[in-house]
């Protein structure tokens, strides 16, 4: 090798050593300045068996005032109905649970696995940046989101900063952001692992609302590889502390032999069985590696997507997503799959067996455990004659769980041990300037 | 000789050899943007981040809501 060429691989190793992993794109299709543009959507999603089920509208207006400096706001509507897991286990009888509100109670069948019904809620968020160049090569980016519904509230603020370097193929940027969620749950916060008590007994619960912060940092590394090939490589880590329970998700206290629920006799109205309400942790690190690659054979374009996610919770895991874009006549066809696998939390315990220590973390929410989910999906967009664009997209997902073999006892294994989902997702998007 | 294997990968990674600026018509072209349908990637964060105990990675981690 000569010396010169022995330079050069060496200069290249060190950059790239520099470099190591985006907030910002080096390749941004160029909106029109001076005009606004329009991005908006229609969405229903509906689980499978009177689940939750969410009617949601967004509305996306761009408006790019020239040199690049650009203002964006999203503003989203959320109605939620329907019912969610509640995590006590399913038993050969009927069980009877205190609402969250305290002022009421419900029975689930025999059999079922017991769902939470009383869940109706309302959201609206707030999202806005605006981005601009700081100088030749550099973009600065600062925004801020607002969401409420009826039990908590967000707000959030976040600034990166991307450098372009090798001709803008290569673009560097490190991100913060930092918000604060309020929680105020209904009916009170319930003293974690404390027992589900009578409707009208609110001595576990403790009024006010309780917060969480999250900062998240985030290191992108985008590289155009060729003329038709561009990589992006994202490490973030997060960080969250303070009120992380799930002021709503139980454990059931079972029976060491039969695994049933523990019977208890309600005074009046109320649980006729041995709930306990969950505790987590009170910090969370989360890190993540995101990897995607966009490339064009010719006309249609592939898109790849693979994400890796550690917890200091003891969840690990992987998102693999591919999308293909297919030109068809005025518009396009684009067939998309997404696999997602987690392993369980440390911490998740898909009941509490009596008798034995009351672990100080316990939680029997399934988004905790360990699942799998699949969507399978499919995107139609047709260009208009005006240059506006409408598109719709349809997805079906699904998530298959499992409890780990050790954590069944006795009857459970006769039973459905994790409430499995399937959802369909409609969208509707219209995209128009003015 | 092994320093340049090692390289390799990493000198591709950098793009060593940069796309000229008249070479974009491709990376130009709005399907090409790696951020070209960002509603749909925010619906679809939104609703992975209540159903699954992971989220971010492509942006921040989202989330805002309580999502029960």
Same mark, same amino acid.
């Given at each position: 090798m000569k010396d010169t060429d022995s330079f050069n691989a060496t200069l290249a190793a060190a950059t790239c050593a520099l470099l190591g992993s985006s907030v910002a794109t080096p390749v941004v299709a160029a909106e029109e300045a001076g005009r606004w543009s329009f991005d908006s959507t229609l969405l229903y999603y509906g689980e499978s068996d009177d689940r939750v089920s969410d009617v949601s509208a967004a509305v996306s207006a761009l408006r790019n005032f020239g040199d690049d400096r650009k203002l964006s706001a999203t503003l989203t509507a959320d109605t939620l109905t329907g019912a969610s897991p509640s995590g006590a286990i399913a038993l050969d009888r009927p069980q009877t649970f205190t609402s969250p509100s305290g002022r009421a109670a419900y029975t689930t069948s025999a059999g079922d696995v017991p769902l939470d019904d009383t869940f109706l809620d309302t959201r609206f968020a707030l999202n806005a940046s605006w981005t601009q160049p700081l100088a030749r090569l550099y973009m600065f980016s600062a925004g801020f989101g607002f969401s409420t519904e009826y039990d908590y509230t967000h707000l959030g603020a976040n600034l990166s900063l991307a450098r372009d370097f090798n001709k803008r193929n290569t673009t560097v940027s490190a991100g913060v952001a930092y918000s604060q969620d309020d929680i105020d749950p209904v009916g009170g916060r319930p003293l974690p692992l404390s027992q589900m008590l009578d409707v009208g007994d609110n001595s576990n619960k403790r009024d006010g609302s309780e917060s969480k912060d999250v900062l998240d940092l985030l290191l992108g590394f985008t590289q155009v590889l060729n003329r038709t090939t561009v990589l992006r490589v994202n490490y973030s880590y997060s960080d969250s502390s303070g009120y *992380?329970? $799930? @002021? !709503?998700k139980l454990l059931s206290v079972v029976d060491p032999v039969t695994g049933d629920t523990l019977t208890r006799t309600p005074g +009046? *109205? +109320? @649980? $006729?069985g041995v709930y306990l309400f969950e505790s987590r942790p009170d910090t969370r690190t989360k890190q993540s590696l995101y990897t995607e690659v966009k490339h064009s054979f010719g006309a249609p374009v592939m898109h790849f997507a693979y994400r890796y996610m550690t917890d200091d919770w003891g969840i690990d895991s992987h998102t693999g997503e591919v999308r293909l874009r297919w030109p068809l006549g005025d518009g396009y066809i684009e067939p998309q799959l997404r696999y997602y696998t987690q392993s369980a939390a $440390?911490? !998740?315990?898909a009941s509490l067996v009596a008798g034995t220590a009351v672990p100080r973390y316990a939680s029997a929410d399934f988004r905790l455990g360990d699942f799998d989910a699949t969507t399978v999906g499919i995107k139609y967009g047709h260009d208009t004659s005006s240059g506006n664009e409408w598109s719709i997209r349809a997805e079906y997902y699904q998530q298959n769980g499992s409890v780990p073999r050790e954590q069944i006892v006795g009857n459970q294994a006769n039973r459905e041990q994790y409430p499995d989902l399937s959802a369909v997702i409609v969208q509707f998007g219209y995209r128009f300037k003015l | 000789m092994k320093k340049l294997v090692l390289c390799l990968p990493l000198l591709a990674l950098a793009g060593c050899a940069a796309v000229q600026p008249w070479e974009r018509d491709v990376l130009a072209r709005p399907d090409m943007s790696l951020d070209n349908a960002p509603l749909d990637a925010a619906i679809d964060d939104h609703i992975y981040f209540s159903k699954e105990a992971s989220s971010g990675g492509r942006g921040f981690g989202g989330g805002g809501c309580g999502c029960n």
């Open positions: *992380l329970n $799930d @002021p !709503y +009046g *109205l +109320g @649980p $006729d $440390d911490f !998740y315990h | -």
